[in-house]
């Protein structure tokens, strides 16, 4: 790498604690989770110069280090750089003396896209207790019940949540609510390690003191591919909890695979309270020949996905479901064709269940939002 006199006529080089050879990491924040970002690479220019006048030095940016030793292919828009390489890349810098072009130092730093936290449409109910005065029409937030789901989006990250009634007023201690109707509160939530936030919203349903949980609600035969487990049964409920009989308090795990001529039984908790009755799926093996799968030629693509997940089925599909892995419902599509386009792009990273329903029949498909 060829240095000429730099450090000699460019005091900012000889002295600065920070010169072109020892720049800091770009860090930017991935907000729609793709692993790109858009970077102004000229932010670098003063931490470069180090107080020099920009019009005694012309600064480039650029792909390889040959571009910036032999001063080719300069990034034509720096100021509005899109890395070309997924999550983290290597930046080219070239300084040099505008009254002569001989006279130059290269230099390299790092951009870096850091994942936002994974965040969510979520639903969540809490229990009006407040019974001894009626016309009092405030409740407070249990925020330790409103950040649990939250936190269970990704329990790998340290989150912070604030939370607003909209996205610009923080919220009260305080809010006006009315029995049986919902309440809809926006977050962000914080990555204390990455400094990267994602906002979202999050519905809360005020139930009557004298509320007790239903029992979740799914057709009672449910026909299975090989390989599938619990999760695949569609039901309707928030926090589906299985079990081996009506009266075992043992809880199955969720990726319990299922075995032909089986009964299953599903609770849901809503505001902390399961059901106390429990809904009786029993299941039964398509490849035995019990019922014709009407989803034999179905496929689905591409998995994991970012933004768009294609499924296509030989008979025409009535409707698709998606919930989450909290077991909650966050959107349905009617279809009426033998393809559809589920947008999933707004959804945060992680695992959903894709139920597809054709006729009476419906499968679930595992998918993972990258």
């Keep these: 790498m060829k240095k000429l006199l730099l450090f000699l006529l460019l005091g900012f080089m000889a002295n600065a604690q920070t010169n072109v050879d ?46 910036a030793e032999e001063n ?18 290597t930046i080219y810098v070239r300084v040099t003396e505008m009254t002569s072009e001989n006279n130059y130092e290269t230099g390299h730093f790092n951009i870096i896209v850091n994942p936002t936290p994974a965040a969510g449409p979520l639903a969540i109910s809490i229990i009006d207790n407040n019974d001894e005065d009626p016309e009092d029409s405030s409740i407070n937030i249990a925020l330790e019940a409103v950040l649990t789901p939250v936190s269970a989006l990704n329990p790998l990250s340290v989150f ?19 029995v049986n109707q919902s309440v809809v509160l926006y977050y962000s939530v914080l990555n204390s390690i990455t400094g990267c936030i994602n906002t979202s919203s999050i519905e809360i349903t005020v139930l009557p003191g004298n509320y007790v949980t239903p029992v979740p609600t799914g057709e009672t035969l449910f026909g299975y591919e090989l390989g599938d487990t619990l999760a695949n049964i569609p039901v309707e409920g928030e926090n589906i909890q299985w079990y081996a009989t009506e009266t075992s308090n043992a809880p199955l795990s969720i990726s319990t695979e299922l075995t032909n001529d089986t009964t299953y039984y599903a609770t849901q908790t809503i505001a902390g309270q399961e059901s106390a009755d429990r809904l009786a799926v029993k299941v039964y093996s398509i490849i035995m020949g019990i019922q014709k ?48 386009q589920v947008d999933v792009s ?17 499968t679930t498909i595992k998918v993972i939002k990258e």
């Design 293 to 340: 799968d009407t989803f034999n030629a179905m496929k689905h693509y591409p998995n994991p996905t970012a933004s768009t997940l294609n499924i296509e089925n030989a008979n025409s599909i009535d409707s698709i479901k998606v919930t989450n892995a909290l077991g909650q419902k966050v959107f349905t599509q009617a279809i009426n064709n033998s393809s559809a």
């Design 160 to 178: 912070e949540a604030d939370f607003f009634t909209d996205e610009s007023l923080t919220m009260p201690a305080l809010f006006p609510y009315t």
């Design 72 to 89: 080719v292919n300069a990034i034509a828009s720096p100021q509005s750089y899109i890395n070309i390489v997924q999550n983290q890349q």
């Design 22 to 67: 020892q720049l800091p990491d770009m860090v930017m924040c991935d907000v729609d989770s793709d692993g790109f970002a858009l970077f102004d690479l000229t932010s670098y220019d003063a931490m470069i110069l180090e107080g020099e006048s920009p019009n005694n030095y012309s600064i480039t940016y650029h792909e390889t280090p040959d571009d």
């Design 346 to 362: 707004s959804l945060g990273k992680g695992i959903y269940f894709v139920t597809v329903t054709s006729g009476s029949a419906s």
